[in-house]
RNA sequence: GGGCGCGUGGCUUAGCCUGGAUAGAGCAUCGGGUUCCUAACCCGGCGGUCGGGGGUUCGAAUCCCCCCGCGCCCGCCA
């Protein structure tokens, strides 16, 4: 029996247990059969996904015309040069132009479990690196509660965040704040006299006032009717400008980040709620008042294309740059001497640049011209670096279009968590009857909370999601509650054996089931799965393996007895402790959250 | 009109960057599985000309071109 004992010098990916030495056998082969192939094209060729029976694929198609033979022909001659097969290689196979190597399951075994024991907590986690990130998410106005349509931002932005740091990259979640524009003076405005007071226009859509409702939600509330109501009433919008023109010149009324922060206040409460918070919330207004808007302004004019219009504006001839703009000009100061938000955003962009490595920005699909514009404006005024952007769908309805809370299309976010909320408890109730009510309500938030969350993660960002209550509230298939589950069984089991935390002694030879081989397999998979999200961005990708694996428990769970079982009990034993520790990393990684017991 | 994105079984989707083995999954549907470790589960069936056309290639869902459909953007708004 093994007893696997922590050790920090466990490489944190199975895969470089074995990679090496098998590399270096293939490339022998291909030496041998006189074809030349380098080391980094061979290893980007290979396929490490795993399949039915094998570990490791290669097609050779590739070589085939250099070596002057049929694929099929090229796969047998390197097969062949792999054999007589010795530890850790069990058998090279060729089938179709592929060569398929299988190894000892034995290897398997011993090399996933012994990293996942080792590193444990750190399984799934790489080594620190050098260069911080930085993530600017969701960045919504301050005007009102999320809807989810506006959640989707948070959501991929802050699972980026938690990928990255598993991927040993610091990283720094931002929330740039918009204090500076009409819609935030616009709260203030109608914020700036008591309710019984506003216009009736105002009053009609916002009747009732609960003081006790959340900051958001109440405050919000007036927030559309003062749009409509502003188009015929030139007064008051000259009010709200003024506040505008204050918050530009430096003296805001007193009221206004008391507002917004109360707003945002509430706001974040939404995103905690699902597990997402913010490091750091940077105040637009901060940018001007430190005198970088102005000092971006300056070499903006001293800029190649620096074109001064005839009222005085300041613009950039963006000919070059190919933006799809009627007229190519980029305006980044007002012709009275006001700031612009692109110029802002130059601003902040520099600020960011001199602080993080890496410079990341979520943004909606329609922020696309923004970020073109803002690439243009950095190469004006030689900034050699440019934000990374994640761009995202929107989320759309059945009845057509996008979610809008303007045109009633939008679903509050509270009410979705809490609608999830409630039919989580539902099932909680109907299945079990041995919880304490505050068990009941924890798992019922966990995995209403979850499902939500799940349900927007899964979809590669660059898809519409069609938003559907009756699936975002599914707790089956590919959903958050079916990942809870499998995590929930496994420590279910580990509870009755006993054995809640290391060591797990195991014998690597008694995990050779196929079930067993292909959990092993999806097991090793998460540190490569975790630095491709880290370098592609691709935070999907993650929601998917979380299915992978506890799809493959569920199938190893059917197959073999685990507690019942004979000589392999303690082996399977291990073997769930490692399954429940691998999908409690991803689960955190996702932004999942694990639950012991559902 | 220009730019960007999307278009895969009835529905929702993975795969597309880095072209290769019968295009994976979930929902729905049909048929099975619980005296046995949590059935929010598992096993099996049905269902796909990967929007259309052309090209490159030994090989295209994947790369290139054209077309069609849908979404978004094209403000001295943010």
Redesign the pocket.
């Known amino acids: 029996m093994n007893s696997a004992s922590p050790s920090p010098v466990i490489p944190p990916d199975p895969w470089s247990r074995w990679a090496p030495p098998l590399i270096d056998r293939i490339l022998e082969a291909f030496r041998a059969e006189s074809i030349p192939v380098e080391r980094p094209e061979l290893e980007?060729?290979l396929?490490r996904s795993g399949?039915?029976g094998?570990d490791l694929?290669?097609?050779?198609?590739?070589?085939?015309?250099i070596a002057g033979r049929a694929?099929p022909r090229l796969a047998d001659d390197l097969a062949a040069r792999l054999r007589p097969e010795r530890p850790p290689l069990r058998s090279a196979?060729a089938?179709?132009?592929?060569?398929?190597l299988t190894l000892e399951p034995e290897t398997v075994a011993r090399g996933t479990l012994e990293t996942v024991f080792g590193r444990w907590e750190r399984y799934g986690h790489w080594e620190p690196e050098a260069g911080t990130a930085c993530v600017e998410h969701t960045s919504a106005?301050p005007t009102g509660a999320f809807h989810v349509g506006r959640v989707r931002n948070a959501i991929i932005g802050d699972t980026l965040v938690r990928v990255l740091r598993a991927r040993g990259i610091p990283a720094v979640t931002q929330y740039y704040v918009?204090?500076?524009?009409?819609?935030?003076a616009m709260i203030t405005w109608i914020w700036s006299r008591p309710p019984d007071s506003w216009p009736p226009e105002i009053r009609a859509e916002a009747p009732t006032i609960d003081p006790a409702e959340k900051a958001d939600r109440r405050l919000g509330r007036p927030y559309p009717a003062v749009s409509g109501y502003l188009k015929s009433h030139p007064e008051a919008q000259a009010e709200v400008a003024a506040i505008?023109r204050a918050v530009e010149e430096g003296h805001p009324p007193a009221e206004h980040h008391r507002r917004i922060s109360e707003i945002l206040d509430g706001m974040l409460q939404s995103l905690a709620r699902i597990g997402i918070r913010f490091d750091e919330r940077v105040w637009?207004s901060s940018l001007l008042d430190s005198g970088a808007v102005g000092q971006v302004v300056d070499r903006l004019l001293k800029a190649p294309h620096a074109t001064l219009?005839?009222?005085?504006?300041a613009?950039i001839d963006a000919s070059g740059y190919?933006?799809?703009?009627?007229?190519a000009?980029?305006?980044v100061?007002?012709?009275?001497g006001?700031?612009?938000?692109?110029?802002?955003d130059v601003a902040y962009h520099l600020s960011k640049f001199a602080r993080f490595a890496r410079v990341i920005d979520v943004l909606?699909?329609?922020?696309?011209?923004?970020a073109?514009?803002l690439d243009a404006l950095l190469a004006e005024i030689g900034e050699p670096r440019r934000p990374e952007y994640v761009?995202y769908?929107?989320l759309?309805v059945p009845e057509?279009?996008?979610m809008s809370t303007r045109r009633g299309t939008g679903v509050w976010l509270d009410d979705l968590l809490d609608e999830a909320v409630r039919?989580?408890r539902e099932?909680?109730l109907?299945?079990?009857d041995d919880l304490s009510e505050a068990e009941i309500g924890r798992?019922?938030e966990a995995?209403g909370t979850s499902?939500v969350r799940y349900h927007i993660l899964?979809?590669?960002?660059?898809?519409?999601?069609?938003f559907?209550w009756?699936?975002a509230l599914?707790?089956?298939?590919?959903?958050a509650?079916?990942l809870?589950?499998?995590h929930?069984?496994a420590?279910?089991?580990l509870?009755?054996?006993g054995r809640e935390g290391p060591p797990y002694p195991f014998d690597p030879g008694l995990l050779g089931h196929p079930e067993e081989q292909a959990l092993l397999r999806r097991i090793r998979a998460l540190p490569g799965r975790v630095e491709?999200v880290a370098?592609?961005n691709?935070v999907?990708?993650l929601a998917?393996y979380a299915?992978?694996l506890?799809?493959q428990f569920?199938?190893?769970?059917?197959?073999?007895?685990?507690?019942?079982?004979g000589a392999e009990r303690d082996s399977?034993i291990a073997l769930v402790a490692a399954t429940r520790r691998t999908m409690e990393t991803t689960l955190d990684l996702i932004g999942v959250t694990p639950?012991?017991?559902?």
């Open positions: 980007a060729a396929d399949g039915e094998w694929a290669l097609a050779v198609h590739r070589w085939a015309r694929p196979a089938a179709q132009g592929y060569v398929n106005n918009d204090d500076m524009g009409r819609q935030a505008v637009e219009e005839e009222n005085g504006a613009a190919r933006l799809p703009k009627e007229e000009k980029i305006i100061r007002r012709a009275d006001t700031s612009l938000y692109v110029t802002r909606g699909q329609d922020h696309r011209l923004h073109q514009t761009i769908q929107d759309t057509g279009g996008r039919r989580a099932e909680v109907r299945r079990r798992i019922a995995v499902a899964r979809v590669a960002p660059e898809k519409t999601v069609l559907r009756e699936e599914s707790f089956e298939g590919r959903t509650p079916f809870q589950y499998a929930a069984r420590a279910s089991l509870r009755k054996a491709y370098r592609t691709h999907h990708a998917g299915h992978d506890a799809d569920n199938r190893f769970y059917h197959a073999v007895p685990v507690l019942t079982a399977r639950l012991e017991t559902m």
